[in-house]
């Protein structure tokens, strides 16, 4: 049996502009005559949220340490109108910029969207991902946009594609697990309460003992309840703990991969909230680092508080009501004071989520790039407590309460990047690429082989060094590395492995640079374990197309060129249960449509092999409208269902796939 190889070919389409230039090394602008300068961004709204443009420099007051200092330059950022839903998307204009004593060449916007999924409940529901969805498909063609997890758990590098991240935003789901359900229903501890308790707070321990003991049975002691109490609060306190450090370092990775990038950034963070408190680690003083951070990078920060149904699981008593409203109340004001730290936007999202999407895309819109004068002798490297205000009335002014002096940073070797995208997993953003993994069983015995394809777009300027490391559950890494030579016919580059392991997680972690020196990383989780359908063990469902050449193209999780006329599917079987005689087995091939009503189906048999079964089908696509479907593999044994596995895709306009992928 020939061997399966995974080609996944993406269709990310990036701009020679932004990836064919060098990274500009962030630094302290200097005005004629030797004025050291310290640049602050600012936005202004009107009533209605919409940015106002025609502002001058006198219009601004900036106070840098409580001192007013002078506006030396301005310049006003425009991005191009989005599209009204159901009108036709055209090429985007780019940005205009209005200047005063200052010039800089207009770029594109760049947009990454944080799924804050630590968070977020399994359950959760999708609008608010749905309504992520379609904000992405009406942003401006010429603007980039990129898709993370504060899991890590999926990633899209920012691309034109937005095909690319609509797949990942239907993928994503929510990983919060409850600490509050390590208590016994009788006691309700908030989040909050958990986390000062753990910080040694024994005035609080005191108020929640003597709040919800008193409701618990007779047979229990007072002092057996306090030390319950007691006990189950420090373990939540430090779930609650790792799970803020977590959300934390996700916000901080995200702003650190974009600062590099040119143009206007914003970050959007789809979230249910963060804990702050008064006492221990998590409090607000902790946050400045994020202020910094963004300040630094020019990175706007915007928020969608998903406002979530504040009933939870903690609903069995009246106290138990009130721990999880208050819980909810202190996430929510947790992750307003980012917002507001780092001058960004936030948004309690109640309702259709759409229109808050709107609320955030008109706040972007429009920013002043203001220099501003340093105090006297400032050294470089220096923090100021930045207060900014607009001398008109009814306007909303948002600004960082951080300004930053930044000494000219040193470049980091292109090698040292790499390697710390590797072996620290950091994220990068320089080079788009995308990463498809599918699990088999391997060839040697016992064995599982991860096969993983990775692609970059041709227009990357080669010759491209790409790094891989493979990590296990002990934290041991498996590395390689690879010269890819420069393309010459504009096609994408694309590199396939095979890595046999034992079965186990593992976490493979990718990075690129090009010739440039940019450099851009990824990192996916991987299951490695064969899946179980009835009797019998399966590899993972594999896909391919075909064109007018018939050479089949193994299904990308992107847009695959309209030339796509024809649909391949694969699976492995493994094994020959006791009973089920090969000749009984059968695969039901199955195309479902949005309405859930079969559109194609075919019964094929599968051909016997030294180790493994394989079976594959074919089906034509031009009798598919465009639309989500599911392909589902069914086992018959003597005719009769003993189980299956699928895996979805789209078909758009124009004849195209989008694969979403259920392999990682």
Not at 193 to 205: N, Q
Request: some cysteine; charged content about 20%; aromatic content about 6%.
């Amino acid at each position: 049996m020939r061997r399966l190889a995974l080609m996944l070919a993406a269709a990310s389409l990036c701009a020679p502009s932004l990836y064919g230039q060098s990274a500009q090394t962030p630094q302290a602008p200097v005005f004629r005559g030797g004025v050291t300068m310290v640049p602050v961004d600012v936005t202004v709204l009107d009533r209605n949220g919409k940015p106002v443009a025609g502002l001058t420099a006198d219009d601004f007051e900036i106070k840098l340490d409580g001192k007013v200092q002078p506006v030396r330059t301005i310049e006003y950022e425009q991005a191009p109108p989005t599209a009204a839903p159901g009108e036709p998307a055209s090429p985007a204009p780019a940005p205009t910029r209005t200047t005063t004593n200052a010039t800089a060449a207009a770029n594109p916007r760049v947009f990454v969207l944080l799924v804050d999924d630590l968070v977020i409940s399994p359950a959760r529901d999708k609008g608010l991902f749905l309504s992520a969805s379609r904000f992405v498909a009406d942003l401006p063609k010429g603007d980039l946009v990129g898709f993370t997890t504060s899991t890590g758990g999926v990633t899209v590098n920012p691309t034109r594609d937005r095909a690319a991240v609509e797949a990942g935003l239907r993928k994503v789901s929510g990983s919060f697990v409850d600490p509050r359900e390590l208590l016994p229903a009788e006691i309700a501890v908030s989040l909050g309460e958990a986390e000062e308790i753990g910080a040694g707070i024994d005035a609080v321990l005191q108020a929640v003992v003597q709040r919800d003991c008193g409701a618990i049975a007779l047979s229990r002691s007072a002092s057996s309840c306090r030390d319950e109490v007691e006990h189950k609060a420090r373990a939540m306190a430090g779930l609650v703990q790792d799970m803020t450090d977590r959300q934390l370092l996700s916000y901080l990775g995200v702003i650190s991969a974009m600062r590099d990038l040119p143009g206007q950034k914003v970050l959007v963070v789809l979230t249910d909230g963060l804990i702050v408190t008064q006492h221990g680690k998590n409090q607000a003083s902790g946050l400045q680092p994020i202020a910094q951070a963004a300040t630094a990078a020019g990175v706007q920060f915007n928020v969608l508080f998903g406002a979530p149904d504040e009933t939870g699981v903690m609903t069995k008593t009246p106290a138990n009501g009130e721990a999880t409203q208050a819980d909810g109340q202190q996430m929510m004001q947790g992750i307003q004071t980012v917002a507001d730290l780092t001058g960004g936007n936030f948004f309690r999202v109640m309702g259709q989520p759409d229109r808050f999407f709107g609320f955030v895309e008109d706040a972007v819109s429009g920013v002043y790039h203001l220099g501003v004068e340093a105090p006297s002798g400032s050294p470089t490297s220096r923090n100021f407590t930045l207060a900014a205000r607009v001398k008109q009335q009814n306007l909303t002014v948002h600004a960082s309460r951080v300004a930053v002096l930044a000494a000219p940073a040193a470049p980091v070797p292109v090698d040292t990047q790499l390697r710390n995208a590797v072996a620290k997993a950091e994220p990068r953003y320089g080079v788009p690429v995308t990463v498809g993994t599918a699990v088999r069983l391997g060839e040697a015995p016992g064995s599982i082989a991860i096969g993983a394809n990775i692609e970059v777009p041709g227009t990357v300027v080669g010759p491209l060094t790409m790094e891989f490391g493979l990590v296990n559950s002990e934290g041991k890494m498996l590395t390689g590395r690879k010269t890819v030579a420069a393309t010459t016919n504009g096609l994408d580059y694309r590199v396939a492995l095979s890595l046999p392991v034992p079965a186990g997680q593992y976490q493979l972690r990718f990075a690129v640079a090009d010739s440039d020196g940019h450099v851009g990383s990824i990192n996916r989780p991987i299951d490695a374990q064969l899946a179980h359908v009835g009797p019998f063990t399966v590899s993972d469902l594999l896909t391919a197309w075909s064109g007018a050449d018939h050479k089949p193209q193994f299904l990308a999780l992107d847009e695959l060129p309209a030339g796509a006329s024809t649909l391949h599917t694969f699976l492995e079987i493994y094994g020959e249960p006791a009973g089920v005689p090969a000749s009984d087995l059968r695969v039901e091939w199955t195309i479902v449509g949005e309405s859930a009503q079969p559109v194609a189906d075919q019964v094929a048999v599968p051909v016997a092999g030294p180790s493994r079964m394989t079976v594959q089908s074919s089906f034509p696509l031009a009798t598919l409208p465009r639309g989500t479907y599911e392909i589902r593999a069914t086992l018959l044994v003597a005719g009769k269902s003993v189980g299956s596995t699928s895996t979805t895709f789209r078909k758009i306009d124009g004849g195209g796939l989008v694969r979403r992928e259920t392999l990682w």
